[in-house]
């Protein structure tokens, strides 16, 4: 099981924003990732292996953590920035699952 | 570049079956992972199941064992999901993703709406 936190996060453009994501077990091997997810369209892969930035990801966006604690900061929020945060574990079909979400509003 | 195409919306009554299809190209179909997510209104995302096209031997999150059958055809690249006994619960968005060993899931599918209605 993967918990989020917060569940909602209202910042202004500009600001830093620090989401968590905490594992009941160990992640094995980093296969942790974080998806951006905006109404209308699939969720966008940012962040694989718990810290790598995936192709065209602006380097605002960071990932952290390893073993069952990890953050995602984005370090200055652009207006395209507010939406809807997930982190995943995934590479093996027994234990892929997502966490609840944590929602980036505008304050 | 690899690109994944679903099949369009589809409304359904209680009780009934959906196939989603989710055609692949310029990547490798039969050693890539396709793995299927849904989110509901006002929901998160929910990994359903996976094949890996080369081993045919799909896999399931518990909670979808007995309704999803996710297939694959490998002469035209395309992935199945067809849910069964379907109800208003089932009404969601429905994407099939590219899973790449430690690099996550990198493409996605547009989704497909699913609506189940009386």
């Known amino acids: 099981v993967l918990t989020q936190s917060p569940d909602t996060l209202s910042l202004s453009p500009g600001e830093r924003a620090t989401l968590s994501c905490r594992a009941s077990g160990t992640v094995a091997s980093s296969y942790l990732g974080w998806y951006q997810h905006k109404p209308g369209q699939p969720p966008r892969l940012l962040i694989y292996?718990?810290?790598n930035r995936a192709t065209g990801i602006p380097d605002r966006f960071t990932g952290n953590g390893s073993g069952t604690d990890f953050t995602l900061t984005i370090s200055r929020l652009e207006p395209e920035d507010f939406a809807v945060y997930y982190c995943?574990?995934?590479?093996?079909?027994?234990?892929?699952?997502f966490g609840q979400g944590t929602k980036v509003e505008i304050k | 570049q690899v690109h994944l195409v679903q099949s369009g919306a589809e409304v359904k009554s209680p009780g009934s079956s959906v196939k989603v299809s989710c055609k692949t190209s310029?990547?490798?179909?039969?050693?890539?992972?396709i793995t299927w997510v849904r989110q509901a209104p006002g929901q998160g995302l929910e990994w359903m199941g996976g094949i890996i096209p080369m081993f045919g031997k799909p896999d399931y999150a518990e909670k979808f064992q007995d309704r999803v059958t996710i297939s694959a055809d490998d002469s035209t690249s395309t992935v199945y999901m067809e849910m069964s006994s379907l109800t208003s619960d089932d009404t969601a968005v429905y994407y099939c993703a590219r899973e790449q060993t430690f690099f996550g899931l990198d493409f996605w599918g547009q989704g497909t709406l699913v609506t189940v209605s009386s």
């Open positions: 995943q574990q995934y590479g093996s079909f027994s234990q892929n699952t």
């Open positions: 292996g718990a810290s």
């Open positions: 310029g990547s490798t179909f039969s050693t890539s992972t």
